[in-house]
């Protein structure tokens, strides 16, 4: 099974930028994607991007295209949300996942599989 552990959120302001990363251990990724997902209060959890080991696909949330960009990192098995131009709406609990496709637009769709695996979340704010 694939572990997956995030860091980085914290307290921003309008139109900063903020980098998160998400360390994957345990199993193999060769058929894992790496996905992150936000939830703010009150609504419901959508997929922000995600990037499909194997191959390097990707795929992104509709919100985030253009202001959102993830990468991996192949020496230490870290895939990184690199966010920018933020926006208040951004705030949210974001969560890192190990998803088990080789399809970026499945794995930015994914509802709950029993195949996956979720990080604890990390907190982002966007506020003055």
């Known amino acids: 099974q694939v572990h997956v552990a995030e860091s980085g959120g914290g307290l921003v302001q309008p139109g900063d930028s903020l980098k998160l990363s998400c360390a994957a251990s345990?199993?193999?990724?060769?058929?894992?994607?790496i996905g992150w997902f936000r939830q703010a209060p009150g609504k419901e959890r959508e997929g922000v991007a995600c990037?499909?080991?194997?191959?390097?696909?990707?795929a992104y949330g509709d919100s985030m295209r253009g202001r959102f960009t993830i990468s991996r990192d192949g020496a230490k098995n870290t895939v990184h949300l690199q966010m920018t131009s933020l926006r208040p709406d951004d705030t949210a609990v974001y969560y890192c996942?190990?998803?088990?496709?080789?399809?970026?637009?499945?794995?930015?769709?994914?509802?709950?599989?029993?195949?996956?695996?979720w990080g604890q979340g990390t907190q982002v704010t966007v506020s003055q």
């Open positions: 345990g199993a193999s990724l060769d058929s894992y994607a």
């Open positions: 996942a190990a998803i088990y496709t080789l399809s970026a637009y499945v794995c930015v769709n994914r509802g709950e599989n029993h195949l996956d695996s």
């Open positions: 990037l499909v080991i194997s191959d390097g696909t990707r």
